[in-house]
C-alpha cells in the first residue's frame, strides 16, 4: 500500500538559519512527489513537485526540495529561513500502485523563531 | 484568476441529521477532488471526478455519503446521516487535470468547510 511519513510533528528553527521538513514514502511504481503549505486560516497551497529529471526541485517562496529514490525520501529545504515561513507542511505521493490516487502525510509544523 | 470556493465554511449539526457541502472549482479545471482532514491528520481522499465522471470513490463512505458533480463544473458532497465521527474539515480541490488520473498538475484548494457533529 501507498504511504507518505512525516516523522516529525514539529520543527523548530531560528529566522536565517536553513531549515528540512522530512518526507520519507513507499510506492509501487515512480512516484510523483508535492509539497503543500497550509498557513492559519487558509487553504493548502501548492509550493513545489517532482515528476521526472533534475533530483533537486526548485518551488515557491525560495523552498526547494531533493528527491531521493534510494533513500526514498523528498525532504523540504530553504537555506534561510523566515518567521513568515511558520505553518503547516505537507508532503503528497501519487503513483501507479495507488492508481494514481493522492496520499498525503500527516504534516509538520515549522516554527522559525526571531 | 478566481480560486476554489466552497460554502459554507463553517456548520454545526447533530448526529444522524443531514449536511451539504458545496464547492465551484477554478475555472477550465477538469479534476474535482473532495478530501476530509481530521484534526491532526492530512487530507484523506473520498472522492475524484474527471469531468462529470467518478475516477475514484474507493475511500467514500458510500452508506452515508454522496458527491456529485453534475455538468462536470461544480459539486457537492452529502453526509446523511452524519457521525460524531464525521467532525473534520471537508476541501474540494481541482486541478487542470487533463491527462486523466496520472495527472501529476498540483492541485488548488479552496478554504475548506469545518463540520462539527454534536
Given at each position: 500500500a501507498q504511504s507518505v511519513a512525516q516523522p516529525e510533528d514539529q520543527v523548530n528553527v531560528a529566522e536565517g538559519n536553513p531549515l528540512t521538513v522530512k518526507c520519507t514514502y513507499s510506492v509501487s511504481g515512480n512516484p510523483y512527489l508535492f509539497w503543500y503549505v497550509q498557513y492559519p486560516n487558509r487553504g493548502l497551497q501548492f509550493l513545489l513537485k517532482y515528476?521526472?529529471?533534475?533530483n533537486l526541485v526548485k518551488g515557491s517562496y525560495g523552498f526547494e526540495a531533493e528527491f531521493n529514490k534510494s533513500q526514498t525520501s523528498f525532504h523540504l529545504k530553504k537555506p534561510s529561513a523566515l518567521v513568515s515561513d511558520s505553518a503547516l507542511y505537507f508532503c503528497a505521493v501519487k503513483a501507479l500502485g495507488g492508481g494514481f490516487k493522492t496520499i498525503f502525510g500527516a504534516g509538520t509544523r515549522l516554527f522559525v523563531k526571531a | 484568476e478566481a480560486g476554489v470556493a466552497q460554502s459554507p465554511r463553517y456548520k454545526i449539526i447533530e448526529k444522524r441529521q443531514s449536511v451539504a457541502f458545496w464547492c465551484n472549482p477554478i475555472s477550465g479545471h477538469a479534476t474535482l477532488y473532495w478530501y476530509q482532514q481530521i484534526l491532526g491528520q492530512g487530507p484523506k481522499l473520498l472522492i475524484q471526478f474527471q469531468n462529470n465522471g467518478v475516477v475514484d470513490d474507493s475511500q467514500l463512505p458510500k452508506d452515508r455519503f454522496s458527491a456529485e458533480r453534475l455538468k462536470g463544473v461544480d459539486s457537492t458532497l452529502k453526509i446523511q446521516p452524519a457521525k460524531l465521527e464525521d467532525s473534520a474539515v471537508y476541501l474540494c480541490a481541482s486541478s487542470l487535470g487533463g491527462a486523466g488520473v496520472e495527472s501529476w498538475d498540483e492541485q488548488f484548494f479552496g478554504p475548506g468547510t469545518r463540520l462539527t457533529v454534536l
Open positions: 515528476i521526472t529529471g533534475d | -
